[in-house]
């Protein structure tokens, strides 16, 4: 309602006009009496609902227009990113507005408080998520509300959040200041989960938003050496990752049955300031189930070594810092030829692969993309292999506790990122290295892998359980790799310098 036109009723794509009459001041006022008190964002509520009151002022103060917006509680819209909020890893989502974050959000602290069962906090500034009044509005369940006494201390009391009500995840809508930016990174690093909504489009907006782009990692502009320079291809003076993003995970709410993924938004960011095309998973809900109708094509393009302009990445890029030196010859010593030739290749042995707490979409990506002998199963009857989580881990599940007792051998991740996903899977496909002339693996390996091979054989005769000899990890990899070509469970056990590798029969 604008002073001296016509009321209006907006929808999506279209607007109806309610009345001939023009509104009077009188109209504006009868309204204003009649809801919640408005803050200094001009906004107001309706006690025990989610509608939200907005006002337009002159320069004067008095009210000129008001924007009444219907707010509902919509049961689901969380379903289609209820994996990623289960793992504990801290989202962000990037929409316009009225593209249903904050729906999306409230549903989100519901899903949390109730069926994970965590200590949810709601850091509400102007109680849109869970309405206007005391008490919040059921639709967030089980999670406690912090209402912001005026907008520009909502980081002040992010951080009381967390200093006083020992939460577990923290749920915020609108961040939109360097210092909620700054509030959000101490939050991360003391270890709580962060979900929040921000304006913006796409995840490259966000990266050239000076205001906000501390949230994925910030930028800095680096001037390289002329040989740095040379061997990156580029000019001396380029952008690059500041720190380790708050949010390890960014959705792109395109509308409300649909959204952009990026799982690892630390390597995506690198991707993008080196150049290079990024495109996220496309979820959609289709029939009421979570589609995958595009997968993520950011992070392949950078392992594949494709940017937009057709050159090739060069191999640095797509390495993984942490392979050492060590370990790379660890995987070329994993993969040489034998000392006598064989008439016939030795078939791949595909791994079969149950995530337990890790998204089954990121670890197929991650299979995919990287053409992996891996084959992710439905069930840990059906699995080699168990992958979770520390956090997981910790809690001793049942499906844990299970495992274990079947003797299937456990991986745990220190947390469910794309990074620790994609390291995990390329255990199983060490990458290839060209054999200097002359060169031969050093004794120390050749006999530890030997001893695994007659261990492995003797588990095959019928032995149940044999200790191997304490080896570094790197060894303990190999010997691990060994034991998966001959189809038998493999563990490692033992502190070091004395952790040494289990070779056992398989139990089904």
Known sequence: ????????????????????????????????????????????????????????????????????????????????????????????????PGVGKTTMLREVARVLADEVNKRVVIVDTSNEIAGDGDVPHPAIGRARRMQVPSTPQQHQVMIEAVENHMPEAVIIDEMSTEAEAMAARTIAERGVQLIATAHG?????????????????????????????????????????KHKPTFEVVVEIQDFYRVGVHGDVGTVVDTMLRGYKVEPEVRAIENDEVQVVQ????????????PQDGAKLRSELITPATLSARDAEAASLARAPAPEPEPEPEPTQITAVYAFGVPRTNLQEAVNRLNAPVDV????????????????????????????DEGLPVYVLRKATGEQIKQFVERFEPKKREETPGRRPSNVVRSALNEAEKASQRVLAGEDRIDLDPQPSFIRRLQHGVGGRYNIGSSSTG??????????????
């Open 1 to 96: 309602m604008d002073l001296g036109r016509t009321p209006e009723a907006r929808f999506p794509g279209e607007a109806l006009q309610l009345s001939d009459q023009e509104i009077t001041d009188a109209d504006l006022q009868w309204v204003v009496e009649r809801v919640g008190e408005f803050g200094d964002d001009n906004r107001a509520g309706i006690e025990r609902t989610l509608h939200r009151i907005s006002v337009i002022r002159n320069r004067g103060g008095r009210p000129v227009g008001v924007t009444c917006r219907v707010g509902r509680a919509v049961f689901g819209t969380g379903k289609i990113i209820d994996d990623l909020v289960r793992t504990g890893q801290s989202v962000l989502l990037l929409g316009r």
């Open 295 to 306: 997968s993520a094509s950011g992070l392949g393009a950078a392992i594949s070594g494709v």
């Open 377 to 404: 199963v439905d069930t840990p009857e059906e699995a080699d292999m168990f992958l979770t989580t520390k956090s997981h881990y910790s809690r001793r599940p049942t499906a844990v506790r299970n495992a274990e």
């Open 201 to 241: 489009n796409t995840l490259s907006n966000l990266v050239s938003n000076p205001t906000l782009s501390d949230l994925v990692g910030g930028t800095q502009t680096v001037t390289l050496g002329d040989i740095e320079a040379r061997r990156r291809r580029t000019q001396k003076t380029v952008l690059e990752r």
């Open 495 to 508: 502190q070091d310098p004395y952790r040494h590798v289990v070779l056992r029969r398989r139990r089904r």
